[in-house]
């Protein structure tokens, strides 16, 4: 059974809403659909089942909705109200985990939802559970095309035949006795030009001429039908039945039963989930049924088998069974079913035509009345019951219309034109179909328009968006872990996120801000921060208090960047409000910069952060970082490095962001083949079409190209003697506490002020110089890794190396001075929780 439970998580919230994740597939994993149909059963399968086939294609689905009521009414404003209020919460959360929503897909009854939506940056595609004709028709109510009520007999639509008055959806005709359902029904048109795409439970061959119609008004895509894949293409494991119901089934019975009947001899009598027949027709029906030549099964909810005639079962017992449930899917495909007497519920309509069973239509209100009319006079595939003046289908007419569908002509073409559709409906899911293209086409723009969005969105929006949706996950958290055993009482957040600050407060939270960039870069944003310094600069160098003389090239890029640089600036909005600020530095690295600033701010150096194992080891299995956003390759390369001398290969890799141009990847290829030294090269899949070409063939002896590695166990390699980097701070505290000289090409951000630092504060490495198109020539790369590797520089910044690799562990090694902070910051915690 293709069951929510064993496709993913379900968990039911304080509120009701029920979170149903199911995944099938990563090949587009970043790709979020939410799903939100309403909470009736006739909504929720199709949704349900669109969802399976969306997961089939890859994408991440959530489909939620609420426990069920008895009050139809109470249900459907309970659910407005818990969604629209929560719906942004809901998506918030996503957003601030790895897979953020894309897309919600609503039921087209929630048009508030795409309000919500478009404030939150996500796109919105309404789902139509009903069919496109009966669409059409409300929306010609809703443009106006004709009023209420209606005047003459006839209704004459583009695309449909002559409808008359009994043939529409009954809210047309009687707007009065469910003004929350008309209203749903007529607003549900009121976002419609809004939206990219429109979903239809049906599918084209079935409507052809009405889908035409409506997709030259709106860009709609058929995708139904939404039958279980194992009657229709079985293209989706387990996928038997809808896996999700309101209501609790009985015993298989009803199929043993049907197990001894002849094939095509059993009416099957079912008036959906929803209707409610009196008693005065709950007794035509009944005897209908018994003077009918036909053995039949017939589903009576338990609170309506009070309104069946007195010893009806008793007398009907060798010819009918009397069921208050049954797998409604595996009934109608049972081979001793020949005939489905139906409310014409939209659900039921397209099973039938699915599964190649005739009907006799019984409509009983909303858009039944127009399925009844398509079922017997476009479709061929059933016969409409005429209705008496009382509004009573006596059972004269019940019998009358079983037999012609069982056992007169007009039957036989009816099955005939059934099995036509059941054929088509394959057609239309099946792999090349009009649904399934349909869907294709769905997920194929939807990953389009996520890589377009992801080049176009500006960092102010991308910035906004993320404060928007991570302070209120990061509340939400606060509050979930304050209920627990363990709430929490501080909160380190990053600098760049100072609104943060703002969260935790209101909380009873500790905010402690912590960089990730050095102490000197900081210094220098400070000193930005302060008006001490101002763009355009003028000049050619800096001076800051306990820092070298600065040029205009050692200073951070994004100084002249005034978006970035005014993000960056926020860092330091909460400076003054907070007890503790940790960098990610040691003491003895950048010891005067340190001075100056604990000068002002309580600031404490935590650094470097670099796993135990290649520190002080005093932390057990704390090897790697344990999380990476890139695939790891096989160990190829460390056998590689095994096979070289001691200090004789130069690693060169320029992180996880940085993208150099064709012809910076080409000077830096051939710069490496020039020199003596064997390089090992980390470029990225996405980078190396940029490698020149046949460079790999060419120097396969003396290179070896990777598009992954372990670069701390590449780094504390014997065979490694220099790392040529586009100097990150991350790498250069790598390169520092394992003790390798660099090679440094900055490239944006802070790398230009560390580079400045490595060459001329620590000594431990050499900056190229760009020439004055700032490409940096094949020529300056092979002298500055010749001066590295042979000179006599090289030796000197390999002895230096060393210093501030021993530096490094006495930092974080215990009673360094790293250690001794992280000790007082503990302590200072533990004493604020007396």
Known sequence: MWSTKRRGATSESDNGVVDTKMERGRGVGETHVLVIPYPVQGHINPMLQFSKRLASKGLKVTLITTTPTNNLDDYLERFKLIVSSSLVEL?????????????????????????????????????????????????????????????????????????????????????????????????????????????????????????????????????????????????????EDYGLSLFKPNADACITWLDTKDTVSVVYVSFGSLASLGEEQMEELAWGLKRSNSQFLWVVRELEKKKLPSNFVEETSEKGLVVSWCPQLEVLAHKAVGCFMTHCGWNSTLEALSLGVPMV??????????????????????VRVKVGENGIVKREEIKECIREVMEGERGNVMQRNAQRWKELAKEAVNEGGSSDNNIEEFVARLVCRLEERKEEESIEDYVERFRMVASQSLAELIKKHSRSSHPAKFLVYDSMMPWAQDVAEPLGLDGVPFFTQSCAVSTIYYHFNQGKLKTPLEGYTVSIPSMPLLCINDLPSFINDKTILGFLLKQ??????????????????????????????????IGPTVPSMYLDKRLEEDKEYGLSLFKQNVDAYIAWLDLKGIGSVVYASFGSMASLGEEQMEEIAWGLKR?????????????????????????????????????????????????????????????????????????????????????????????????????????????CIREMMQGERGNEMRRNAEMWKELAKEAVTEGGTSDKNIEEFVAEILCSLD
Not at 361 to 382: C, H, L, R, S, Y
């Open 361 to 382: 239509a019984m409509p009983q209100w909303t858009d039944q009345t127009t399925n009844a009319k398509f079922i017997e006079d476009v479709w061929g595939v059933g």
């Open 91 to 239: 998506i918030g959360r996503y957003n601030g985990s790895e897979y953020p929503v894309r897309v919600l897909v609503y039921d087209s009854v929630m048009s508030w939802a795409q309000d919500i939506v478009e404030r939150l940056s996500v796109d919105g595609a309404p789902f139509f559970t009903q069919s496109c004709a009966v669409s059409t028709i409300y929306y010609h109510v809703n443009q106006g095309a004709f009023k209420i009520p209606l005047e003459g007999p006839t209704v004459s639509i583009p695309s449909m035949p002559i409808l008359g008055v009994n043939d529409l959806p009954s809210f047309i005709n009687d707007t009065s006795s469910y003004p929350t359902l008309w209203s749903l029904v007529k607003t549900q048109f009121s976002n419609f030009e809004k939206v990219n795409w429109v979903f239809f439970n049906t599918f084209c061959e079935l409507e052809d001429e009405v889908v035409k119609w409506l997709a030259s008004k709106r860009p709609i895509k058929t995708i139904g039908p939404t039958i279980p894949s194992m009657y229709l293409d079985r293209r989706i494991d387990d996928d």
């Open 675 to 783: 020199n003596n030294t064997h390089f090992m090269w980390v470029v990225r899949e996405s980078e190396e079409k940029k490698l020149p070409c046949k460079f790999l063939e060419e120097t396969c002896e003396k290179g070896l190209v990777v598009s992954w590695c372990s670069q701390l166990e590449v780094l504390s390699h014997k065979a490694v003697g220099c790392f040529m980097s586009h100097c990150g701070w991350n790498s250069t505290l790598e390169a520092l506490s394992l003790g390798v000289p660099m090679i440094a090409m900055p490239h944006f951000s802070d790398q230009t002020t560390n580079a400045k630092f490595i060459e001329d504060v620590w000594g431990v490495g050499v900056r190229v110089k760009p020439d004055e198109k700032g490409l940096v020539k094949r020529e300056e790369i092979e002298m």
């Open 572 to 605: 330091f909005s909460n400076f003054q409000k907070v007890k503790w600020i940790l960098f990610n530095t040691f003491d003895k690295l950048e010891e005067e910069v340190m001075k100056w600033m604990a000068s002002l701010r309580p600031i404490k150096t």
